[in-house]
């Protein structure tokens, strides 16, 4: 399996199909392995996808530290820059949405294009998410002792989807969010949920000049829908799309409808 060096720490990614490359930023605590997998085969039949595990996830390895966007933005250019060293298109969910804004400021030649999903602008004003949401998100990262296998997985689909569809779909969602083989450590969670908020590129989205696209569910729990209005009024000529129905996972809710908007905002 392929590995990549970022400052002496060794990331994991891997590349599926053909095309022009499509590298996957996955969210807060995500691995390469976040992805579905109906997704990745929809993706793959037009693009590269190239998949890969930031620092202290799936197979990379979990240094103690640094945690914070300005390195998961530049892991992500040593990804880029080893498959092909050309610019790639790329796609952040949630937190991966925030390093994604990173990785087009701080290296602006590796982005050909940008597609943002259920995430707002990095730093700024923003408008806050429900308070019991926060509250049971956070709880994730600080399980009670002799926690269930599932503990984290329930709390978060409970989150990402609306209730009608989390109910109907729970045992699946929830499989999908337990990795027993390369679990993320607890402490690279919290870490992961303090770096969110010590980065403010706010005033610097307006130099952002590739084609952008954002996208959310009008029915995020977890980034205010809003958010992601502010955000594709900061960067010059981004398009918004927004699911009716649909929670902060609607990559997976929704997959069909995401990868047609992806794949029409990529031709």
Request: glycine share 6%; with cysteine.
């Given at each position: 399996m392929p590995f990549v060096y970022s400052d002496n720490i060794r990331i994991h990614y891997w590349v599926t199909g053909s095309g022009p490359p499509l590298l996957l930023i996955?969210?807060?605590?995500?691995?390469?392995?976040?992805?579905?997998?109906?997704?990745?085969?929809?993706?793959?039949?037009k693009f590269s996808v190239i998949r890969y595990s930031p620092r202290g996830t799936g197979m990379s390895d979990k240094p103690l530290a640094p945690y914070n966007i300005d390195v998961f933005?530049?892991?992500?250019?040593?990804?880029?820059e080893t498959y092909s060293n050309d610019p790639a298109n790329v796609l952040g969910f949630s937190m991966g949405g925030g390093v994604a804004q990173a990785l087009a400021i701080r290296h602006q030649r590796l982005v050909k294009s940008l597609i943002i999903c259920a995430t707002g602008a990095l730093g700024g004003p923003r408008i806050p998410?429900?308070?019991?949401?926060?509250?049971?998100?956070?709880?994730?990262?600080?399980p009670p002792i002799n926690a269930s296998r599932d503990y984290g997985a329930r709390i978060l689909v409970s989150l990402?989807?609306?209730?009608?569809?989390?109910?109907?779909?729970?045992?699946?969602?929830?499989e999908e969010e337990i990795y027993d083989v390369h679990p993320t450590p607890q402490f690279v969670l919290k870490a992961m949920s303090s770096s969110?908020?010590?980065?403010?590129?706010?005033?610097?989205?307006?130099?952002?000049?590739?084609?952008?696209?954002?996208?959310?569910?009008?029915?995020?729990?977890?980034?205010?829908?809003?958010?992601?209005r502010i955000l594709s009024k900061l960067i010059p000529e981004a398009k918004l799309v927004v699911f009716k129905g649909a929670g902060h996972?609607?990559?997976?809710?929704?997959?069909?409808?995401?990868?047609q908007e992806i794949v029409r905002f990529l031709n």
């Open positions: 996955p969210g807060w605590g995500g691995s390469g392995d976040s992805w579905r997998e109906e997704m990745i085969d929809l993706l793959s039949t933005a530049d892991d992500a250019a040593k990804v880029i998410s429900d308070p019991e949401a926060r509250k049971r998100f956070s709880q994730i990262s600080n990402l989807y609306p209730e009608e569809y989390y109910k109907k779909n729970e045992k699946q969602l929830v969110r908020s010590t980065y403010d590129y706010y005033s610097k989205l307006s130099k952002i000049r590739v084609p952008v696209l954002v996208m959310t569910g009008d029915q995020d729990k977890l980034n205010n829908p809003e958010n992601c996972g609607f990559l997976k809710q929704l997959t069909h409808e995401a990868v």
